[in-house]
Nanobody
Framework: QVKLVESGGGSVQAGGSLRLSCAAS????????VAWFRQTPGMEREGIAV????????YIADSVKGRFTIARDTAENTVYLQMNSLQPEDTAMYYC?????????????????????WGQGTQVTVSS
């Protein structure tokens, strides 16, 4: 069974940076889609970054493009979300998720229903 553990969240001031980690246990990512989502209370979960482990192709949502990047450390079996120039509106619980798929068409890429396994989340709080 895949277990995902997120870490790296915390509190930062606007303009700061954080790097979130998503470590997988019980599984080695070779041909999966790994994604980061975020959610604030009362809002739907928003997909923000996707990594195709088979090809290395990444997608970043328009809402964070130019500030966030996603990358993988193969040796560590970990996917990272580097977040720069953080703003108060980035405050949310951040989750990583994995799907048993090699890729998704555009309409499914950032859809939470496309992903099977989820981590417990890590909180990011950005103050102005």
């Amino acid at each position: 069974q895949v277990k995902l553990v997120e870490s790296g969240g915390g509190s930062v001031q606007a303009g700061g940076s954080l790097r979130l980690s998503c470590a997988a246990s019980g599984y080695t990512w070779k041909r999966n889609v790994v994604a980061w989502f975020r959610q604030t209370p009362g809002m739907e979960r928003e997909g923000i970054a996707v990594f195709y482990t088979a090809s290395g192709v990444t997608y970043i949502a328009d809402s964070v493009k130019g500030r966030f990047t996603i990358a993988r450390d193969t040796a560590e079996n970990t996917v990272y979300l580097q977040m720069n120039s953080l703003q108060p509106e980035d405050t949310a619980m951040y989750y990583c998720a994995v799907a048993d798929a090699v890729f998704f068409p555009g309409s499914q890429r950032f859809a939470p229903a496309s992903y099977k396994d989820w981590g417990q989340g890590t909180q990011v709080t950005v103050s102005s």
